[in-house]
């Protein structure tokens, strides 16, 4: 079985995508479906997959949910939280009675980019994931380079919670940097309680030029740090059509996870993802 730990859908005539923009981004800026993401992964062997939070919007979960409880695709849901709020867990009590509650496997809230880099490390959102965990939730972290101390710092302060670490933090793979993301990844991957999505790369690389071997060095860096026991696929589709289609985000991602044992494939394709966000498949 292979699972896709990490998609989005969005529908624009619901609400907008404000983060789409500028004639990079056009491409994207159209509709998703569930039936678009079943036509792209045709002959990918991919089976079931976590829909993935895209808006800061408290009606989207929800949405998510009631579908997630209508198309057997979809095994969990990453939904938001304003997680540094005094109100959130009042939220995530109505997320829990509604229809499709089940398939609320994780929280994400988004740290890339926001205009303090050491959010995630603020007294209220420690405070707020630890009750997360409570509650056999995950957290997902979204980040860049420039949020990862504080990501450290709040999986330090939460021992108890599962996080999920999203897009590798996304790297400069176009220009090939590895530091400092190496010396945080490293820090970040001692922590037990985190995984890493191997997803969101093709991004990151040069869009119309990129080859398997501009993401070799980061992948055996995750795989020293983490061991194959620790990292999960994601596609990041839509957004990673921008610069490849789904077939070949699922080539490179077997291309780079080769020299793994059959054991470690299957955790990176599907035991990873059903351990980690406590799937029921």
């Known amino acids: 079985m292979k699972i896709d730990a990490h998609h989005h ?13 500028g ?22 062997g991919i089976e079931k997959t976590v829909l993935v939070q895209t808006v800061t919007t408290y009606a989207e979960t929800p949405e998510f949910l009631a579908l ?8 969990g849901v990453v939904g938001w939280l304003d997680i540094d709020s005094l109100t959130a867990h009042d939220h995530l009590g109505s997320y829990l009675d509604l229809p499709g509650a089940e398939y609320l496997v994780g929280i994400r809230d988004i740290a890339q980019g926001h205009a303090d880099p050491d959010y995630l490390a603020r007294p209220n959102v420690i405070k707020n ?12 972290l979204l980040t860049k380079t420039r949020e990862l101390p504080a990501a450290i710092e709040l999986v330090k302060n939460a021992p108890d919670v599962q996080f ?29 309680n985190v995984v890493c999505k191997i997803s969101g790369m093709v991004t990151e690389a040069n869009w119309s030029n990129w080859k398997t071997d501009d993401f070799r060095p980061y992948v055996d860096l995750l ?39 059959t054991s470690e494939k299957e955790d990176f394709w599907s035991a990873t993802a059903i351990r980690t966000y406590g799937l029921t498949i």
């Open 223 to 261: 795989l020293e740090v983490f061991g194959a026991k620790r990292l999960l696929f994601g596609s990041d589709w839509p957004v990673c059509t921008l610069a490849g289609s789904y077939g070949q985000v699922i080539d490179l991602a077997e291309a780079l996870t080769s020299s793994f044992s």
């Open 9 to 21: 859908i969005w529908d624009l005539s619901v609400r907008d995508q404000d983060w789409i923009v």
């Open 68 to 75: 997630a409880d209508s198309d057997s695709m979809i095994a």
């Open 23 to 44: 004639e990079a981004m056009k491409p994207i800026r159209r509709n998703f479906s569930m039936q678009d993401l079943r036509v792209a992964v045709a002959d990918t």
């Open 129 to 140: 994931v630890k009750t997360l965990g409570e509650k056999g939730l995950t957290y997902d």
């Open 164 to 192: 999920i670490l999203d897009h590798i933090s996304k790297p400069f793979i176009e220009t090939g940097e590895m530091e400092p993301w190496r010396e945080l990844i490293v820090k970040l991957a001692s922590l037990p």
